[in-house]
């Protein structure tokens, strides 16, 4: 056990299944990025933020494969190579270049096993990062795990530190369904303990990475780290946040949100992407249709505006939501109450 | 004798600790308290302990208030006589948290011990932590199925003042390799001799928990040469019953909420069983090769869903001194088990405690343990 970062514990998963399992190949655009440069070195960048590196050097290019700028051919072929029996973990780099291949996922992969009557198996793990923050403007910053979330047939993970990345990742290429790993691009250089095993985490199971008696908050990716600081500040003001991390859009954790709610009566939901039809606005229907006799006080949503990922720096961090405007939606649900007609 | 000022500061109960909260003082500013009296409970985030205090005396000052939240080793209250003026207490108090405030950080200020290192034996790799020293005769405690070293997180540094106390993760268990071999108590006790070989112990104290307890005693009967004494809580090998849903349930469960549940037996007072100690287990039960090796283990231990080994001549045939400890309530091995082993003296029963007293009423456990060693010493 030993410090790792969120890039290492990514790498350390790939490297580790694909030591393990010789069906377990790479490709995309620049996973093995860098080469014919005059230092010799095969992969000098190992992936557009340095993910991939030394995954070439280990496994050589017939199971590390550097394609051309075409998503729709890559990420069909790796779908297909997934229907052979290979468990390819393809990288999408940017999940906003999602819109040249959205046929080969929505069409063709989530649908393998229902068109073929359950006999279809699609092991293929499809990689990308997302979010703001990284000031790389509207075309590269994008959090659009609710388009996954919303087409069946697809499961969708999305890890929250080093520990739940490399565990997440390595169940995602031993799950034999089509899995979408979206990574957020700040993270990369965040560092806890990590095993140096293989070790996986379930798909479904919430994490509760705080508890507290008065608010249930819900919180996604990166934007776990800013619901713990916020809990902590909270407390020391008296106020006890349960954090809930559900790990997975699909499939969702329901019962430990609901659970959570029943227990505190207020939901803060913090959630990065755009908020029309987003997952805050999908757990906020679920709370007001299952647990409406347990709230105390409206559901707040802390989400960004509904506009395009700003590029000035300044309106990018405004834009965001931060741990100050979680502690605020926080307090504002403490202070409000719902009042019985009478 | 009036000029003695004791700082009593935030324990560490175990690696991971670095703060507690002060959940509730139990004895008042001016009350006289007792060397050993439970003076305080601290909440971890992973359990709430009662602290004892280490010295006799008045409890002139209670510096941190309930509920406040400290690292370990921050100054929480002051003990003296009655008679020492109380500019001399708060004298004290200014000059302890000025020193602790500049020492380079809370953990290593309390003095944190070593962390654990991975030893090679055989074909091998245990994770082992060691603290104290001295020249009494050393200690090693063995922890039970499915635990590891942490299972001796309010017991190791407690006992380790006079002596070095090794604790260790058994393979397949902890931060220990994976491989159990047969996963027979035989094969544990060969690794556990192998581990003091690596050591240079020719001679150790053993104490032994539940599956621990019966690595203990069969490493007792193979080489009773090695083993000053047994300290065995709520050891295997002494009947033929064990709680297998227990077992079974503890390898199936892979989500919080089972894990919950039969982690649950394991106590008698169910609120101990928090979700960071959950979430503990399951960051173990999670690695490559876990859950295979527990099952080896229990195919092994319990056939038939029942224990296979009888231990329990082990003791008058190797004359090995022995203490035995188990809790009334113990939901996994009966403590009947332990009747007619040993005489009354050396046979300590605790009311309303589980299958872990060493957690439970750790105190007991360590003032019992305390003066058995040290008679048995040399």
Redesign the interface.
Known sequence: ?SKKSFRQAINEAMRLEMRRDPNVIIMGEDVAGGRGGSAGIKDAWGGVLGVTRGLLEEFGEERVLDTPITEASYIGAAAGAAMTGLRPVAELMFVDFVGCCLDQIMNQTAKFRYMFGGKARTPLVIRAMYGAGFNAAAQHSQALYPLFTHIPGLKVVIPSSPYEAK?LLIEAIRDDDPVIFLENKVMYDEEEDV?D??????FG?A??TR?GADVTIVAFGRMVGLANQAADRLERQGIGCTVIDPRTTSPLDRDTILECVADTGRLVIVDESSPRCNMATDIAALVAEEAFDALRAPIRRVVPPHTPVPFATALESLYLPSVEKIEAAVTSVMNTRVTEKA | MASEITAITMPKFGLAMTEGKIAGWMVAPGAKVQAGEELVDIETSKITNAFESPVSGTLRRQVAPNGETLPVGALIAVVADASVPDAEIDAFITRFQSEFSEASGPAEAAGASADPVLVTVGTHTLRVHELGGGDATPLVLVHGFGGDLKNWMFNHAALSHARRVIAFDLPGHG?SS?DVGPGTLRFFADVTAQLLDHLNLSRVHVMGHSLGGGVALTLARDVPQRVASLSLIAPAGLGTQINMAFINGFIEA???RAMQDVLKCLVHDKSLIG?RMV?DVL?YK????VQAALRTVAAACFPDGRQGDDLRDVLEATQIPATLMWGAADEILPATQGDGLLPDSAHHGFVDIGHMPQLECASDVNGIVGTFLERHDG
């Not at chain 2, 999670?286 to 090769?289: I, M, V, W």
């Open positions: 056990m565990g095993p095993e293989a070790y996986t985490i379930p199971e994490n509760l508890e | 931060g994976k892979d989500r919080a979700r979430d960051r999670r690695l490559d090769g």
